[in-house]
């Protein structure tokens, strides 16, 4: 089952101006699991030209490195299994391109924005 969204927003007054995701779940995709799902989503959201032309006006009057802002981009890969009949475990991988747009590192600069992040999580639910 897919889904989808996408936004659009004036760039001279907002951080970012444009935003798309899209994803898909696979349920009962596999005999033996008929309950358990598998989902695969992306994610993207591009910094408006006023937030980038206002990074780079900073930077004339701040010494040291420059942030580029540019966007963010996010891949999500997760699995829910029913384990027993209202008890679900979900594990889930996320990756994310350009944290922040591509901002500078706030614990050291000098090397440069802040690095891309795997985020690794684990959710469980019980229902009674």
């Not at 936004?7 to 358990?36: E, H, L, Q, T």
Request: hydrophobic share 40%; net charge negative.
């Amino acid at each position: 089952m897919p889904n989808s969204d996408a936004s659009a927003a004036p760039s001279d007054r907002n951080c970012v101006d444009f935003y798309a995701d899209a994803g898909v779940n696979f349920i009962g995709f596999w005999d033996k699991r008929p309950d358990d799902t598998f989902r695969a989503a992306a994610s993207y959201q591009r910094i408006s030209l006023q937030a980038r032309e206002n990074a780079l006006d900073e930077a004339l009057f701040t010494p040291g490195p420059v942030a580029l802002l540019s966007y963010e981009a996010g891949f999500e890969l997760t699995y829910q299994a029913q384990i027993l009949p209202g008890f679900l475990v979900q594990p889930d991988f996320q990756y994310i391109f350009h944290p922040v747009g591509g901002a500078l590192n706030p614990l050291n600069p000098a090397p440069g924005r802040v690095p891309d992040a795997a985020v690794f999580g684990l959710c469980t639910t019980i229902k009674f």
